[in-house]
């Protein structure tokens, strides 16, 4: 997966934005919470919210480490994009998707 096609993803899911923060981000928001996070420089690094009981596991991969800042509330930051296939990109980008929007007010649900 690259940074277009990541963009692509991110942005099919329902109700999700994109916002560059830190003047170097872009992140992508449910209801103003992120789910994804990339640098707009090569390589591809990405950052997801990833199922508690996945985490210390993932995190043992190579090109794989705690996400700075974030890593306390079970964050990965991928250093290496080509630990994934593209079917296991998708599927961690809508787990994170997925994972924020279910902590998210029922009135912010209501408006997305």
Not at 33 to 46: D, H, I, R, Y
Not at 95 to 111: C, D, I, M, R, T
Request: hydrophobic share 40%; with cysteine.
């Amino acid at each position: 997966m690259n940074i277009e096609e990541l963009r692509k993803f991110c942005l099919s899911q329902k109700g999700a934005t994109e916002d560059v923060k830190w003047g170097a981000d872009l992140c992508f928001c449910i209801g103003g919470k992120m789910f994804c996070v990339t640098g707009f420089n090569p390589p591809m690094k990405v950052s997801v919210k990833v199922r508690d009981e996945e985490f210390d596991e993932l995190c043992s991969r190579e090109g794989i480490i705690i996400a700075p800042y974030t890593g306390r509330y079970k964050w990965i930051y991928i250093e290496d994009a080509n630990v994934f296939s593209d079917k296991e990109w998708k599927h961690y980008i809508q787990q994170s998707y997925e994972l924020v929007k279910a902590k998210l007010p029922k009135k912010v649900l209501a408006g997305i």
